[in-house]
């Protein structure tokens, strides 16, 4: 199916695939039959390739592939390579700090890593453009200005993917066997946690492919 392979060449690099471009660039004059459609490619994914089609932005239909397979035990998804482990540094810094954290955080953090965003390193290439670019992109992470600062900074926090991609209990287990603390140690964080494993827990990107249910989505205005 044109659509399955569609949605799996965006996938390679991580980008959410927009309704309006399944229209224009794959289903063309029958995009009167986009539901059922979507329908049949979402069925396809979960019995053939063992993913799951979301739709982590149901005002401007956003969809995104998630894989279904369970992560290995401690860890908060499988680090398939060093960009992964990368992301989830931050996004644990993000989550660790409350929701938001200030840019010049994240670059502290990574600097104790050895990970500077002003040199091109040799795994990374080019920290700051894969941090606030590719990352941003790919909804992992919000990159949005902070208003009336001089000179301008910006703040982080975990885009919507990562919000149905990255379990919040997951990480603060593996964040715990790190620092060799009980996860509950971290009260608020283990509250907030435990709330997004809940299966009556509201969760972004819960609606159905193809549904038209109103969904909150953060302005992309100030996002690069």
């Given at each position: 199916?044109?659509?399955?392979?569609?949605f799996l060449?965006?996938?390679e690099?991580?980008?959410?695939?927009r309704r309006?471009?399944i229209?224009?660039?794959v289903?063309k004059?029958?995009?009167?039959?986009?539901?059922e459609?979507m329908k049949?490619?979402?069925?396809?994914?979960?019995?053939?390739?063992g993913?799951?089609?979301?739709?982590?932005d149901?005002k401007?239909?956003i969809y995104i592939?998630?894989?279904?397979?369970k992560?290995a035990e401690?860890?908060?998804?499988?680090?398939?390579?060093p960009?992964?482990?990368?992301?989830?540094?931050?996004?644990?810094?993000?989550f660790?700090?409350?929701?938001?954290?200030?840019?010049a955080s994240v670059?502290?953090?990574?600097?104790m890593?050895?990970?500077?965003?002003?040199?091109?390193?040799r795994v990374?290439?080019d920290v700051?453009k894969?941090v606030?670019?590719?990352?941003v992109r790919?909804?992992?992470?919000?990159?949005?200005?902070?208003p009336?600062?001089?000179p301008?900074e910006h703040?982080?926090r975990?885009?919507?993917?990562?919000?149905?991609?990255v379990s919040?209990?997951?990480?603060?287990?593996f964040l715990?066997?790190l620092?060799g603390k009980?996860?509950?140690?971290?009260?608020?964080?283990y509250k907030e946690?435990t709330?997004q494993a809940?299966p009556g827990?509201?969760?972004p990107?819960?609606s159905?492919?193809g549904?038209s249910?109103?969904?909150?989505?953060?302005?992309?205005?100030?996002?690069?």
């Amino acid at each position: 199916m044109e659509l399955v392979q569609y949605f799996l060449i965006k996938d390679e690099n991580k980008l959410p695939v927009r309704r309006a471009d399944i229209v224009k660039n794959v289903l063309k004059e029958y995009k009167n039959v986009f539901q059922e459609i979507m329908k049949r490619t979402s069925h396809t994914f979960e019995k053939v390739y063992g993913f799951k089609v979301v739709e982590i932005d149901a005002k401007n239909h956003i969809y995104i592939l998630i894989n279904q397979l369970k992560p290995a035990e401690g860890a908060p998804e499988r680090i398939s390579n060093p960009n992964t482990g990368l992301l989830l540094v931050i996004l644990s810094v993000v989550f660790m700090k409350g929701g938001v954290v200030r840019e010049a955080s994240v670059w502290n953090t990574l600097k104790m890593m050895q990970v500077d965003p002003r040199e091109n390193h040799r795994v990374f290439g080019d920290v700051k453009k894969l941090v606030t670019d590719d990352f941003v992109r790919q909804r992992y992470l919000e990159y949005t200005k902070i208003p009336h600062t001089e000179p301008l900074e910006h703040e982080f926090r975990w885009g919507q993917r990562a919000e149905v991609e990255v379990s919040k209990l997951d990480m603060l287990e593996f964040l715990g066997q790190l620092h060799g603390k009980d996860p509950q140690h971290w009260s608020q964080q283990y509250k907030e946690a435990t709330n997004q494993a809940s299966p009556g827990s509201s969760q972004p990107g819960s609606s159905q492919p193809g549904s038209s249910q109103p969904g909150s989505s953060q302005p992309g205005s100030s996002q690069r």
